[in-house]
């Protein structure tokens, strides 16, 4: 037999006094009297008291009430004491009847015992995989092996005979890797322990081939696969770009894909490599692999959050990384983006909008609807044209400039 300890709370332990004050406080508003503010508030600091009071002197406790109004209340009580005491028996008689009522009738509805509820097999995934992702992984010195992950892209193509090139000059090099579709990146590391967990560490390589870097700036794939790896939490970022033939015929002109990558080693920090063709690409990555089972096999390696992952130092003993499926998820492209993150990809598109312009744009209006709020506001076409030209970015802190400006404007103006 269950015992449970019950609760009296009256809903209105003082209804004798709140319909005294309600009656004054009618005659103080019918005469224009200053006292109906007081009197009000007086009111509702009693209607919000749990308990009984036995007397206008120990209403004195309470909000509002001065010592004429408890002198009314001690009163008012002496000219119907009898009746007073009647009235409040009575509304406790009430309240302690209905309490009773409702604790049986709850009593009758509960059923005597719950039975486990049964979970689907999606439900059980979803609960596994939640348990699977805030688990903490640690990885001692000796319990790990390192090894690369290449993106299945890199492993599969139309041409037959460069089918599996790839795999060809890896297992050639004796680098031990694996296929697998990565979300971001084309080349990336990962540490995995006797359990099969996965941490990535902090490097990932983007491989390009001077046609395909052409092809991807032409496109705006290059802004926006440069802004997929900043997000995506990984520190060290490699452009590795190999030779097209003698790069006569790439598209673009030597100079500006020169200038492209440029850019990307001094407003984006990437780390540029470059190299002759594609074996010479893979026996770089050959290079890295082993410099990466050197630096960390001695380390110990933590699983944490994007948000808490910190730059990682040569003489560091621990290191947090992120956990492989995190990465995965995280960086899919069909993840749900912010309307931020939509913004910035929709700017990559314009001509001449790179990575840290369109960035800039978004600080100062994180979505469009503020933009062309802000268009709106301005006094003239010619205000509004050139609102954006003084927004400053990058590291030199240079402005937008006048034509950028204008051509964001006449984008969002433009009837299509």
């Given at each position: 037999m269950s015992l449970r300890r019950l609760e009296i709370r009256l809903q209105h332990p003082n209804a004798i006094f709140e319909s005294w004050l309600l009656r004054w406080l009618t005659e103080a508003e019918a005469k224009?009297?200053?006292?109906?503010?007081?009197l009000r508030e007086a009111l509702e600091a009693l209607k919000m008291y749990p308990l009984p009071l036995a007397s206008g002197k120990e209403c004195a406790i309470l909000?509002?009430?001065?010592s004429t109004l408890c002198n009314l209340i001690d009163e008012e009580m002496q000219k119907g004491k009898a009746e007073t005491i009647a009235l409040?028996?009575?509304?406790?008689?009430?309240?302690?009847?209905?309490?009773?009522?409702?604790?049986?009738?709850?009593?009758?509805t509960v059923p005597p015992k719950e039975k486990p509820i049964k979970l689907t097999k999606p439900q059980q995934k979803e609960i596994a995989e939640e348990?699977?992702?805030?688990?903490?992984?640690?990885?001692?010195?000796?319990?790990?092996?390192?090894?690369?992950?290449?993106?299945?892209?890199?492993?599969?193509?139309?041409?037959?005979?460069?089918?599996?090139q790839t795999r060809g000059y890896l297992e050639s090099l004796s680098v031990e890797y694996e296929v697998r579709r990565l979300t971001v990146g084309d080349f990336l590391w990962i540490a995995r322990d006797r359990d099969g967990n996965e941490l990535v560490l902090p490097h990932i390589v983007e491989r390009k081939r001077m046609?395909?870097?052409?092809?991807?700036?032409?496109?705006?794939?290059?802004?926006?696969?440069?802004?997929?790896?900043?997000?995506?939490?990984?520190?060290?970022?490699?452009?590795?770009?190999?030779?097209y033939g003698d790069n006569e015929h790439v598209g673009l002109p030597l100079d500006s894909l020169k200038q492209a990558l440029s850019n990307t080693l001094i407003h984006n920090n990437f780390a540029i490599e470059h190299t002759e063709n594609h074996r010479r690409s893979m026996m770089y990555l050959q290079g890295l692999t082993q410099?990466?089972?050197?630096?960390?096999?001695?380390?110990v390696?933590?699983?944490?959050?994007?948000?808490?992952?910190?730059?990682?130092?040569?003489?560091?003993?621990?290191?947090?990384?992120?956990?492989?499926?995190?990465?995965?998820?995280?960086?899919?492209?069909?993840?749900?983006?912010?309307?931020?993150?939509?913004?910035?990809?929709?700017l990559l598109q314009l001509h001449s909008l790179s990575l840290e312009k369109s960035l800039a744009i978004v600080t100062a209006f994180p979505t469009p609807r503020c933009l062309m709020d802000a268009f709106d506001n301005c006094e003239s076409v010619n205000e509004a044209r050139n609102l954006l030209t003084d927004i400053r970015c990058?590291?030199?802190?240079?402005?937008?400039?006048?034509?950028?400006s204008q051509t964001i404007y006449d984008f969002y103006h433009n009837d299509f």
């Amino acid at each position: 037999m269950s015992l449970r300890r019950l609760e009296i709370r009256l809903q209105h332990p003082n209804a004798i006094f709140e319909s005294w004050l309600l009656r004054w406080l009618t005659e103080a508003e019918a005469k224009g009297s200053k006292s109906q503010y007081k009197l009000r508030e007086a009111l509702e600091a009693l209607k919000m008291y749990p308990l009984p009071l036995a007397s206008g002197k120990e209403c004195a406790i309470l909000r509002d009430f001065g010592s004429t109004l408890c002198n009314l209340i001690d009163e008012e009580m002496q000219k119907g004491k009898a009746e007073t005491i009647a009235l409040n028996s009575s509304l406790y008689d009430q309240d302690l009847q209905k309490l009773v009522e409702n604790v049986k009738i709850k009593k009758k509805t509960v059923p005597p015992k719950e039975k486990p509820i049964k979970l689907t097999k999606p439900q059980q995934k979803e609960i596994a995989e939640e348990e699977e992702r805030i688990k903490q992984v640690t990885m001692s010195p000796g319990t790990f092996r390192i090894l690369l992950l290449v993106d299945v892209q890199e492993t599969s193509g139309k041409n037959k005979n460069t089918l599996d090139q790839t795999r060809g000059y890896l297992e050639s090099l004796s680098v031990e890797y694996e296929v697998r579709r990565l979300t971001v990146g084309d080349f990336l590391w990962i540490a995995r322990d006797r359990d099969g967990n996965e941490l990535v560490l902090p490097h990932i390589v983007e491989r390009k081939r001077m046609d395909d870097l052409a092809s991807s700036i032409r496109d705006g794939r290059f802004h926006e696969q440069k802004h997929r790896l900043k997000q995506s939490g990984i520190q060290h970022i490699i452009y590795l770009i190999e030779d097209y033939g003698d790069n006569e015929h790439v598209g673009l002109p030597l100079d500006s894909l020169k200038q492209a990558l440029s850019n990307t080693l001094i407003h984006n920090n990437f780390a540029i490599e470059h190299t002759e063709n594609h074996r010479r690409s893979m026996m770089y990555l050959q290079g890295l692999t082993q410099m990466f089972i050197r630096l960390y096999k001695d380390k110990v390696l933590l699983s944490c959050d994007k948000e808490d992952i910190q730059t990682s130092q040569p003489n560091q003993r621990m290191l947090g990384l992120l956990k492989f499926k995190a990465l995965y998820e995280d960086s899919a492209r069909n993840a749900q983006l912010t309307i931020r993150e939509v913004f910035v990809q929709q700017l990559l598109q314009l001509h001449s909008l790179s990575l840290e312009k369109s960035l800039a744009i978004v600080t100062a209006f994180p979505t469009p609807r503020c933009l062309m709020d802000a268009f709106d506001n301005c006094e003239s076409v010619n205000e509004a044209r050139n609102l954006l030209t003084d927004i400053r970015c990058g590291q030199l802190e240079r402005p937008i400039g006048e034509k950028i400006s204008q051509t964001i404007y006449d984008f969002y103006h433009n009837d299509f």
